[in-house]
């Protein structure tokens, strides 16, 4: 199929048009003498007929030609013999139709042209692990079922890409899926659809979120372990819920399915990070207590609460310093907005010990007025005044939680193939809005893969020769 490049050129063709209607509504020249008596003479016969102006026509194929030259026409060149296809493994291709096909199996049906055109090829699915199977050809890896499973909490496509080319070099690579990457030099093949779709979101202890992606609105019903609660949810929007549970565990589910069934339910399970706590404390022990983290051996911790000055080198686990000498009180006159370990923290005009500085690349995250640190960071080490002076501050135990949330437990993603439930250490669900917001149609994109070819340069040619022939015409008149 042939396309253009700048089609908008293309309306250069109707001046072209209007040219023409203006020669075509011109009476012919009356040429005096015996010319006019012709005239008149076939006149009383009847209506005069205007011969082929030769002329005319080929300045008009001319400038026909010329517009088609720069309105960019292409055309593919077939598909090639070499390719990596990419297989977009993410959670919304498991979403279905009206006919029950999921995108995935839309997939693997568009691309098996291509694949069976491909006298070496590789497929990788991109989800939360990337994993390929070749090279081969391509009829070969078309009886391959593994590749075609869909259902993961992500699609690393980058990475899927870079181990196509790494096993393949020289390749056209084509991504398959429902959400074009937009790299350059990658060609897409879209099997998103419009499929209606609510899902949970979010689910803790206490909370939990619906989002509606589909057409109209969602009414149904949020179950979380056998407490109902009816939702009406507009398209494009949000539904959250509230309750009370005592409980380390929770299942949600919502009560009608649609095309994405990997969102329906969700599973929560209460996790609290382990901490080795190697100092005399009480203060510290009763907020590590509040904020949920669990005590334990050190060869066990997820990090560490220690006392002293910090060591030049980083710690194998993020470690939480209380200094031990101090040089004097400031009053705290800056706190670093932007940095995790400061988020909600409010110290300004609180008067702290000053700690004796750190060695090594530690950065201060609480100064006083005069410059010094107060507070001091280095990734997930955390270094504060003597913990009997700052336990008296509102912000300790917001402090504490800053440092203790990256170190609990992540739910785990989903991998392709898989369905949400409960782990041995904690919970699997999907609770993404990306995927539940399934990704609608954009297109294919294939310039890349297919290459292609312009007649814009055949064009042109035909073009000059056309005006060549209207110049002779013009000197044989004249002549």
């Known amino acids: 199929m042939v396309t253009f490049e700048r089609p908008a050129l293309l309306l250069l063709g109707l001046l072209l048009g209007w040219v023409y209607w203006i020669y075509a509504r011109q009476r012919p020249p009356l040429v005096p003498a015996a010319g ?68 995935v199996e839309r997939a693997r049906a568009r691309v098996r042209p291509w694949l069976e055109a491909a006298d070496r090829a590789v497929v990788v699915r991109a989800g939360v692990e990337v994993r390929a199977w070749g090279p081969a050809s391509g009829e070969a890896l078309l009886a391959h079922a593994e590749p075609w499973t869909a259902g993961a909490s992500s699609a690393q496509l980058e990475a899927a890409i870079r181990e196509g080319r790494r096993l393949l070099p020289g390749a056209a690579v084509l991504v398959v899926g429902d959400a074009d990457p937009g790299l350059e030099g990658v060609a897409f093949l879209d099997v998103a659809g419009n499929e209606p779709n609510t899902g949970l979101t979010a689910l803790t202890g206490g909370f939990a979120a619906v989002y509606n992606a589909g057409p109209g609105p969602w009414r149904g019903e949020l179950t979380v372990e056998g407490e109902r609660q009816s939702l009406n949810v507009p398209p494009g929007r949000f539904a959250t819920a509230t309750f009370e549970r005592d409980a380390v565990r929770l299942k949600a589910a919502l009560s009608k399915d649609d095309a994405l069934a990997l969102d329906q339910q969700a599973f929560w399970r209460e996790s609290r990070a382990r901490v080795a706590l190697e100092l005399e404390s009480e203060a510290v022990a009763r907020a590590l207590a509040v904020l949920g983290a669990r005590r334990t051996r050190t060869a066990a911790a997820d990090g560490r609460v220690v006392a002293g000055t910090p060591p030049r080198e980083p710690a194998a686990l993020p470690t939480l310093y209380f200094a031990t000498e101090t040089q004097g009180e400031a009053l705290v006159s800056d706190v670093d907005p932007t940095h995790p370990l400061t988020r909600g923290v409010e110290l300004q005009g609180q008067r702290l010990p000053v700690p004796a500085p750190p060695p090594g690349g530690w950065r201060a995250i609480v100064r006083a007025a005069d410059g010094r640190g107060l507070v001091y960071a280095r990734g997930g080490e955390l270094y504060l005044p003597p913990a009997e002076a700052l336990a008296r501050q509102p912000a300790f135990v917001v402090l504490l939680y800053n440092w203790l949330e ?74």
């Open 36 to 103: 006019v008596w012709l005239l008149q003479k076939g006149g009383a016969r009847g209506r005069h007929r205007r011969r082929l102006d030769l002329r005319l026509a080929l300045l008009l194929l001319a400038g026909a030609l010329t517009v088609l030259a720069l309105a960019g026409p292409t055309r593919p060149q077939g598909r090639p013999s070499k390719l990596v296809v990419v297989v977009d493994a993410s959670a919304s291709m498991a979403a279905r139709d009206a006919a029950g096909k999921s995108r």
């Open 406 to 479: 990256p170190l609990r437990a992540e739910p785990a993603p989903l991998r392709a193939g898989e369905r949400p439930g409960f782990t041995p250490t904690g919970a699997r669900s999907l609770l993404s809005y990306a995927e539940t917001n399934l990704p609608r149609p954009q297109g294919d994109r294939l310039n890349d893969v297919l290459g292609r070819r312009s007649p814009a340069p055949w064009l042109a040619l035909l073009a000059a020769l056309a005006l060549v022939g209207a110049d002779r015409l013009r000197r044989q008149a004249v002549g």
